[in-house]
């Protein structure tokens, strides 16, 4: 059993209960970390403070407003959470925009600002918050950011999201250069395709569900709370020798060639 105890997880992209966020903060609450949720807007709050409740979080834990695209937001957040918290040790990147045009739209069209805030939103947010939260991993720790696999090959629609996804994981390199020295590591879970809000109102998303069922040799889809497993390990001393790494949560489907 994984030990969290006395540990500090700050998490980006809860939206819902199905969100893949809701399940790593599960995951870590469950092994006994103090979790602070961080919410995109203030019609997100309640929801979020509900699911810290659902969590059996203690008194400590909060849910706190942040949208990655403001800096302000960014520097506020920390600072609060700064002020409950002297030391953090883990932090949960789980957070992609891109305009809806974007990825529906023949790729060939993508427009100079759609492209702009899918990677604001999808990308720099990672270094920003990087940044942010460096000085409060004193103790070194574990970042982690979702991917796709839409980041290495094409599928349908995923369009400027790819494109994205492969800077994101880029980043993730960079970023473990420039943090390992600090003893702060950073990885990212590649996750197959999840029904989650992110997903929903994507043309064809149960064709690419029922693709992963044939071809992945698992024979079945990915489920929230494996990625959450996963997460964990990779957030926990167990993977202290894992940094700068994309770690596939697919069923397998990444490796097959037909
Ligand atoms: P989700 O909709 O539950 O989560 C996406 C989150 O991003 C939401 O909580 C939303 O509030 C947040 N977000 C968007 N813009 C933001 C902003 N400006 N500031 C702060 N937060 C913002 O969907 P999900 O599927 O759980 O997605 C989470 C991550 O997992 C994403 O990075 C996604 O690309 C990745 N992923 C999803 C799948 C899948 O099939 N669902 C597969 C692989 C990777
Ligand atoms: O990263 C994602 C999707 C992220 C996402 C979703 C939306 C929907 C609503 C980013 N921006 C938006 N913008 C919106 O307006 N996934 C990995 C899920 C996903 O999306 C796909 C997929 C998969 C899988 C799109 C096409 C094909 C496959």
Avoid: W
């Amino acid at each position: 059993m994984i030990d969290m105890k006395g540990k500090v997880a700050v998490i980006l992209g809860v939206a819902n209960n199905r969100s893949i966020a809701y399940s790593i903060a599960e995951k870590l609450a469950q092994a006994g970390s103090t979790i602070v949720l961080c919410y995109q807007s203030e019609r997100l709050k309640k929801a979020a403070e509900d699911l810290i409740a659902e969590l059996g979080q203690t008194g400590q834990a909060r849910a706190i407003q942040l949208d990655v695209s403001s800096d302000e937001q960014i520097d506020a957040a920390f600072a609060e959470i700064a002020q409950h918290f002297p030391v953090i040790h883990t932090v949960i990147h789980s957070v992609a925009f891109a305009p809806a045009d974007a990825i529906k739209n023949d790729f060939l069209e993508t427009k100079r600002e759609d492209f702009r805030i899918a990677h604001d939103v999808s990308v720099y947010s990672l270094i920003a918050v990087a940044r942010a939260a460096a000085p409060l991993m004193t103790e070194g720790g574990s970042m982690l950011t979702l991917t796709y696999f839409g980041s290495q090959v094409v599928f349908p629609n995923y369009n400027v999201m790819g494109v994205a996804k492969a800077a994101l994981e880029a980043t993730v390199r960079y970023l473990a250069a420039s943090l390992g020295p600090r003893n702060i590591r950073v990885n990212a879970v590649s996750a197959g395709p999840i029904k989650t809000l992110a997903a929903r109102g994507i043309g064809d998303f149960a064709t690419i569900l029922d693709k992963v069922t044939e071809r992945a040799p698992l024979h079945r889809n990915v489920e929230q709370a494996e990625v959450g497993n996963t997460a964990l390990f990779l957030s926990s001393d167990l993977a202290s020798g894992i940094t700068g790494e994309v770690t596939y949560v697919d069923c397998g489907f990444n490796i097959t060639g037909i």
